[in-house]
């Protein structure tokens, strides 16, 4: 395999989506903070957040956003879709594509 198939393997897009509501903007602006390169499209009812190989959205950044304890589970409430493998604890949530 190239040099380039590998690291576009690696590299391979992930995506999350949510509600656009009030309870989500403070979690999205954790995210942004978060991962510099993930890029925010904003649409009618609904925020993506697209990210080059990895997103983590961590309690800590959140809870900062929120000013209050943050159970990452609550993520689900307004979660509409996402693109990658979950790796899911109580302190991070991670999406990235582990597999080639």
Do not use: C, Y
């Not at 690696?10 to 979690?27: H, M």
């Amino acid at each position: 395999m190239s040099t380039l198939s590998t690291t576009s393997a690696r590299r391979q897009p992930v995506f999350i989506a949510f509600q656009a509501n009030n309870d989500t903007r403070p979690i999205i602006d954790a995210i942004q903070a978060d991962n510099p390169e993930a890029e925010v499209q904003e649409m009618p009812g609904m925020v993506k957040i697209n990210a080059p190989g990895r997103l983590v959205l961590r309690r800590t950044s959140i809870e900062e956003q929120v000013g209050r304890d943050f159970d990452l589970r609550e993520l689900h409430i307004n979660l509409i879709s996402l693109s990658g493998e979950v790796d899911e604890g109580l302190d991070e949530f991670v999406l990235e594509w582990k597999s080639a």
